[in-house]
């Protein structure tokens, strides 16, 4: 199964992005799909999860702003992502958690100017 992410760009502050990751197949022992991000020169953070049941926790930084979702299939995640800030400047990576296996997207550039 391979991930693959889309729909970062460059975004003015206060805009907003859509961030969708397909899965290939379907993926076998699925815990929960979650959006990493890491800004230039930081360590990669988590910031949103969606759990298979269906709850969903984010970073402090971003409660109120994104929102994660995912099809019906559980093959889809995205990231909506609303008045945007330039502390959002990342990579973000989509992540599938699942048993016995981790599965991670190739990241998608996110920049949001002054």
């Known amino acids: 199964v391979q991930l693959q992410a889309s729909g970062g760009g460059l975004v003015q502050a206060g805009g907003s992005l859509r961030l969708s990751c397909v899965a290939s197949?379907?993926?076998?022992?699925?815990?929960?799909m979650s959006w990493y991000r890491q800004p230039p020169g930081k360590e990669r953070e988590l910031v949103a999860r969606l759990t298979r049941g269906g709850t969903t926790d984010y970073v402090d930084s971003v409660k109120g702003r994104f929102t994660i979702s995912s099809d019906s299939a559980k093959n889809t995640v995205n990231l909506q992502m609303d008045s945007l800030k330039p502390e959002d400047t990342a990579v973000y990576y989509c992540?599938?958690?699942?048993?016995?296996?981790?599965?991670w997207g190739q990241g998608t550039q996110v920049t949001v100017s002054r």
């Open positions: 992540h599938f958690a699942a048993k016995p296996i981790n599965y």
């Open positions: 197949g379907r993926v076998p022992g699925l815990w929960y």
